[in-house]
């Protein structure tokens, strides 16, 4: 019980800081790239295209980036919590970026330029922007950390699922189930699913809040 | 000139081949109303925004008080930016109540917030529209919160104020209001103009009609005269 107590909070923890990094840079991208019709126009079908991106493709290039032998061997990130937050904050990137372009190209479209007419500076026209459209982009950072928490490719390529340390709950009960231990697979899987309602329920909430 | 001033602006929106402007020589000075009237789609909405600074033209120059604004660094056109405020057509308010949209002009402009909220509230207090002061944005009809959306641009202190189809979502007492507003402030100095089908509100108000058709100044001169033709 304690073990799955201990899977249960480190994949929390690291979905959670993946989740956290990413949505740093994600939601700064996505305000610029709205701010940038220019650049908009390549770069979002590029993200929403990576969106899909198989998790596995994402953990083989992270792995020979931070293998020994690869450019970034030399941080010794690899079979480590910080390489499945690093992977995680990559792979949900897109996401993220996306959906808080769309979220904020809408909010921009109305307080944008209504902040901008009554004499706001860039500056005070961004926070009013992000400020009017938080349940929108929380929905993105909460949709994020859903993808990071459920996805299994890269925490188990860069993580190597090693017991009491990079091991999460989707490494877990993969490795649980080639073993025959379907007991703890189901629990796990289960404890895995309440959070991934808890997450849509939230998702709800924040949608009617939008509304 | 005291003003703003459009001079040879020629405007294509972002993505498309068609001209929304061509060639549009406008002048909107302090202490006059001025009221654009034409079509739907024929430049109106792009005209007031072009003034207020929220586009850049494709061509031509816009001159706030004589000096290009386009080619100012960020605080100077900041500065000249806030000498000009556009209303848009569709009201569009911030969270809060009416007395909150109202005050945000003026903190925005480094008002400390108790004394905007005093000034909010003598502004809706003399605009006869008190009564919306505690009516949160969710309460409020299209009426009520276009006459909040004006409020708001007028508690930013512009000299030069832009209205986009003000009357589109008022009724006869809201309509009083806003007739006043613009008599006021043009005593006080400043300039407007207002893009319109309504045009009587363009006789009543404006000084000055322009007809704009199909991205061009058809004619300008007197409402009572260019607008009985039309």
């Not at chain 1, 799955?4 to 990413?22: D, F, H, P, Q, Y």
């Not at chain 1, 083989?60 to 499945?84: E, V």
Request: net charge positive; hydrophobic share 50%.
């Amino acid at each position: 019980m304690r073990e799955v107590l201990e899977i249960v909070l480190r994949s929390i923890m690291v979905s959670g800081t993946a989740t956290l990094l990413a949505s740093a840079w994600s939601i700064a991208l996505a305000y610029l790239l709205v701010r940038s019709p220019r650049a908009s126009r390549p770069l979002i079908p590029l993200l929403e295209g990576m969106v899909g991106v198989p998790t596995v493709l994402i953990g083989l290039l992270l792995y020979l980036l931070l293998s020994r032998q690869g450019p970034l061997g030399m941080l010794r990130l690899l079979y480590s919590p910080q390489a499945i937050v690093v992977g995680q904050a990559v792979l949900i990137t897109p996401l993220i970026t996306s959906v808080a372009y769309r979220v904020l190209t809408h909010s921009w479209n109305m307080y944008g330029e209504l902040a901008l007419s009554l004499g706001a500076a860039e500056g005070q026209a961004a926070k009013i922007v992000i400020m009017e459209s938080l349940p929108g982009v929380a929905a993105a950072v909460v949709m994020g950390f859903s993808r990071a928490l459920g996805e299994l490719g890269v925490a188990l390529m860069v993580g190597g699922n090693i017991r009491g340390y990079t091991r999460v709950m989707t490494t877990a009960i993969a490795l649980e189930v080639s073993k025959g231990e379907f007991e703890l697979a189901v629990s796990l899987g289960a404890i895995l699913l309440f959070i991934l309602a808890m997450i849509s329920l939230t998702l709800r909430f924040l949608g009617r809040l939008r509304e | 000139m005291k003003g703003v001033e459009l001079k040879g602006v020629w405007f294509r929106y972002p993505g498309s081949k068609d001209w929304a402007l061509r060639g549009v020589n406008l002048e909107i000075r302090q202490g006059e109303v001025l009221a654009l009237v034409g079509p739907n789609g024929s430049g109106k909405t792009t005209i007031l925004k072009l003034a207020g600074g929220l586009y850049r033209p494709s061509r031509g120059e816009i001159m706030f008080w004589g000096s290009n604004i386009w080619e100012m660094n960020g605080s100077k056109r900041l500065e000249l930016r806030r000498m000009v405020v556009y209303v848009h057509e569709k009201p569009i308010l911030l969270r809060g109540s009416a007395l909150d949209n109202v005050a945000f002009a003026p903190i925005l402009r480094g008002v400390p917030k108790e004394e905007a909220v005093r000034r909010a509230e003598r502004l809706l207090r003399d605009s006869g529209a008190a009564n919306l002061s505690g009516k949160d944005r969710e309460e409020m009809s299209a009426g009520e919160a276009q006459v909040v959306s004006i409020l708001r641009a007028v508690a930013a202190g512009p000299e030069i104020l832009l209205l986009d189809e003000p009357t589109a979502h008022l009724d006869r007492e809201k309509r009083n209001i806003l007739i006043g507003l613009i008599g006021r402030l043009r005593s006080e100095g400043r300039g407007i103009a207002i893009a319109t089908h309504d045009h009587l509100l363009a006789l009543r108000t404006a000084d000055k009609a322009v007809i704009i058709e199909n991205g061009t100044v058809e004619s300008i001169g007197d409402p009572s005269e260019i607008l009985d033709c039309c």
